[in-house]
């Protein structure tokens, strides 16, 4: 089976996590795809494929007999998708790009001038949606790839490859990829997430992240005797707001460049919350950060009343550099596997995070490689069917390595 065919039966599984169901996996159809791809697994020889209670699926691409002296190398994507749009009843299509607009199937239009990257696919097969849905190349498209490469490996006994350990995880879209991994059991302790964007992107540098609620407790009274009395919670958390630096938010940075995003804000006179993540590549630049939320309820409190503004702040994870650095070869072998293929190699920085950031904490060192898709969590989610067999071989000229 090509990897192109794979991946279109995955996607047609609705995987949508969700924050806020409490169970493990988030959603019940990602152990449903879970147990499919088990299933897939043997058929296709790998060894000990199993679904786990928390719905993570592990197994093992055997070594060849002379390199079983060899250390294992891990392969890992994951199997749910964003729950920014919907990822229900995909309607994925394969059409060759003539340049220009890229009209979609609902009407949707696809222009290279708000997405500049298709400039680079005229000519190729695009895999797109019908314009109502995201596709779910992140991360199905890494899922397809991992086992193709596998595949390709049991079909060509003559290649020689060390042992490969699999994983594909639920929830990483939520940030709870990493939360029930069997490190102990994995079995390899240097890894790759296959979940990164266009072809040849390799990521070993992600931001620093939190995630921040803030509560306003207001006083509400009748307006009509309100005057000196009414403390109104909307209002007083708009004066937060206000007092974040207008030009530090993901609309107005880049690269290295850190920032404050409002996720959500509700609420009445009486109570109002504030949901929002903060993020930076530099460990000290994120402490400034989360410092800097704690003085500016600390004054509001002194301006309104102790109390008034209670937030809470929780560290998701931390950049993998300071991990990776110990074993910069990951990289390096990346790199060479690319161009091995072809593929020109690009080492940039994360604008968020993978389950290898909180794996590179957990003891598997684990740094990102590209699946070849771009616009991911949007109806205009697309991956170039070129890239997608470039990956294949990406993967094995890795697995192959010595």
Not at 248 to 254: D, F, K, L
């Amino acid at each position: 089976m090509s990897v192109i065919d794979r991946f279109l039966k995955y996607v047609a599984f609705d995987t949508t996590s969700s924050e806020t169901s409490g169970t493990v996996p988030s959603t019940p159809n990602q152990r449903v795809l879970g147990e499919f791809l088990v299933r897939e697994l043997e058929s296709l020889g790998l060894t000990n494929a199993r679904i786990d209670e928390f719905g993570y699926v592990y197994a093992t691409l055997p070594a060849t007999p002379d390199c079983a002296h060899l250390e294992p190398l891990g392969l890992i994507a994951h199997m749910d998708t964003s729950c920014a749009v919907s990822g229900a009843d995909i309607k994925a299509r394969i059409v060759t790009y003539a340049g220009g607009d890229l009209v979609l199937e609902s009407g949707g239009v696809m222009s290279p001038v708000v997405y500049p990257s298709l400039g680079r696919y005229v000519g190729e097969e695009l895999i797109v949606t019908d314009g109502t849905t995201l596709l779910g190349a992140d991360d199905k498209a890494g899922i397809a790839e991992i086992i193709s490469a596998c595949e390709y490996l049991i079909a060509h006994p003559e290649i020689s490859h060390r042992a490969v350990q699999i994983a594909f995880t639920p929830d990483e879209e939520i940030g709870c990829g990493a939360d029930h991994f069997d490190v102990d059991g994995f079995g390899a302790r240097e890894a790759y997430t296959v979940d990164g964007g266009e072809i040849g992107e390799i990521e070993y540098e992600n931001f620093n992240a939190a995630g921040a609620k803030l509560t306003v407790h207001g006083l509400n009274v009748h307006p009509g005797s309100a005057k000196g009395i009414m403390k109104n919670a909307v209002l007083m958390a708009n004066q937060f707001l206000s007092m974040l630096p207008p030009a530090e938010t993901p609309a107005h940075t880049e690269g290295y460049e850190g920032f404050y995003h409002v996720c959500d804000f509700a609420g009445d006179e009486t109570t109002a919350t504030v949901s929002l993540i903060v993020r930076d590549h530099d460990r000290a630049k994120f402490e400034a950060r989360k410092a800097f939320l704690a003085r500016l309820c600390d004054y509001l409190n002194a301006v309104w009343g102790e109390g008034r503004f209670v937030l809470e702040m929780r560290d998701s994870y931390y950049n993998m550099k300071e991990k990776i650095a110990e074993k910069m070869s990951l990289i390096t072998n990346a790199e060479a596997a690319m161009r091995a293929a072809g593929v020109e190699p690009i080492t940039m920085p994360i604008r968020g995070g993978t389950d290898g950031a909180r794996l590179s904490y957990m003891g598997i060192l684990c740094p990102n490689l590209s699946t070849g898709g771009a616009n991911f969590h949007g109806v205009h989610e697309y991956i170039p069917v070129k890239s997608m067999h470039k990956m294949v071989e990406v993967l094995v000229n890795l697995i192959a390595q010595p």
